[in-house]
């Protein structure tokens, strides 16, 4: 692109979990990019983004932007001292419930812009758990010398405010996912295709049979938690459940590879020969791109998640979804759009899935009028962080 004469040029480093082909975060980041480019051509920029990334290449063939490689020191330095500022978000990037070395790095870099004079823009994080309180000075530090602060939701903006952060600071916006479109030329109906059927009814062959794309599609998407695989076993237990009571298409839905693969596949083993009235269980391959993610999700008629971002993908595309709870952010999404979680890694009734599933699945129309103002809400909010970034970057404010 050539810029014209009344084009302004900028340069903006995103630093966050990118790179690692999990969906979730991957979606977070093409997600912002849409929107920065929204925002850039309204208000007359062209703005060149530079992604921190694991795997650089993998970043660039994937989204046509320039990345160098997260953990390499003068990768960073020479990112930081090219570019106009610096965006760290979304996702969970400041908790150490990961362990001890999350938050030193990720505000570590937020620090290094700043000591080099950029300014630097938090972008729809969530924030926590932070159980180390010598952790709270560095998250401190550095929001308090951002341009602009946003958080997903107001457990994180309260747990700012308790580290010291000015309220009046905090802007609480939703995840980026929930502006995410669907691939271009999709349609959010129709069969999905790509699938790897590991497990059927009684009798079954193991391969989808004739007319199983009318049966309901039942959206999962589950990862490991509890090492001894309980929750995987009841959620298991939950989905067999459901298919006596009615016929369905379960299609696993792996939000991260290879981890989620390897879930599916267990909890789908666990399935077979279990499952009653003809259903069938059958793992997705949507491949890299989480748009494609995202357009598999739309062909669900409800969704059953413990993954985050499977659940904003729902509600994205206005499918009804059961939420399974592993971590306290998951209630506070469900919380935005006025849910509860079906059950929690340490309690899921079967009997009690299968009849809110099977309500589901009878009034999914009802279910869209319910939430579809709070759904609609929160996607026209969730450009709001990437105008401020770009008002800001063409009209900075001293701090």
């Known amino acids: 692109m050539v810029a014209g004469p009344q084009t302004h040029i900028r340069r903006i480093a995103i630093s966050g979990y990118y790179g690692f082909q999990n969906s979730g975060d991957e979606a977070v980041l093409r997600s912002i990019l ?10 007359g920029l062209e703005l060149q983004p530079v992604v921190l990334s694991a795997d650089p290449a993998w970043t660039k063939a994937m989204y046509g932007v320039e990345a160098v490689h997260r953990m390499r020191p003068a990768d960073v330095w020479g990112a930081l001292c090219s570019c106009d500022g610096l965006i760290s978000g979304g996702g969970s990037l400041l908790q150490d419930a990961t362990g001890t070395k999350t938050i ?26 932070v159980n180390r309180r010598w952790m709270d000075p560095m998250i401190r530090h550095v929001m308090r010398r951002s341009a602009y602060v946003s958080v997903r939701d107001d457990q994180s903006a309260a747990l700012l405010g308790r580290m010291g952060v000015p309220h009046d600071r905090i802007e609480v916006v939703p995840d980026p996912v929930m502006g995410l479109p669907l691939p271009l030329g999709a349609a959010a109906a129709g069969a999905p295709g790509g699938e790897a059927t590991a497990a059927a009814a009684p009798g079954g062959a193991g391969t989808a049979q004739a007319g199983s794309e009318a049966m309901p599609v039942v959206g999962v998407s589950l990862r490991r938690w509890r090492e001894d695989g309980a929750d995987l076993a009841r959620a298991a237990d939950a989905l067999i459940a459901l298919t006596r009571r009615r016929q369905v298409r379960l299609r696993f839905l792996p939000f991260h590879t290879p981890d989620d693969v390897e879930t599916s596949k267990q909890v789908m083993e666990r399935l077979q020969g279990q499952l009653a009235s003809g259903s069938i269980a059958e793992l997705a391959s949507p491949g890299d791109d989480p748009q494609q993610m995202l357009l598999e999700v739309s062909h669900c008629d409800i969704l059953f998640g413990m993954r985050l971002h499977a659940l904003i993908y729902a509600a994205n595309q206005m499918v009804p979804m059961l939420g399974l709870s592993y971590d306290p952010k998951i209630d506070q999404f469900l919380k935005r759009i006025h849910l509860q979680p079906i059950g929690s890694t340490e309690l899921l009734d079967a009997e009690a899935f299968a009849d809110e599933a099977e309500r589901m699945l009878e009034n999914g129309d009802s279910w869209r009028r319910s939430h579809q103002d709070a759904i609609s809400k929160l996607k026209q909010q969730a450009q709001q962080p990437a105008e401020q970034i770009i008002k800001l970057l063409l009209h900075p404010i001293s701090r």
């Open 34 to 43: 849409l929107a920065l480019a929204e925002q850039s051509k309204a208000h």
């Open 104 to 129: 030193p790095y990720y505000t570590g870099i937020v620090k290094l812009a700043q000591l080099l004079g950029k300014p630097t823009f938090i972008y729809s994080q969530g924030i926590g758990p």
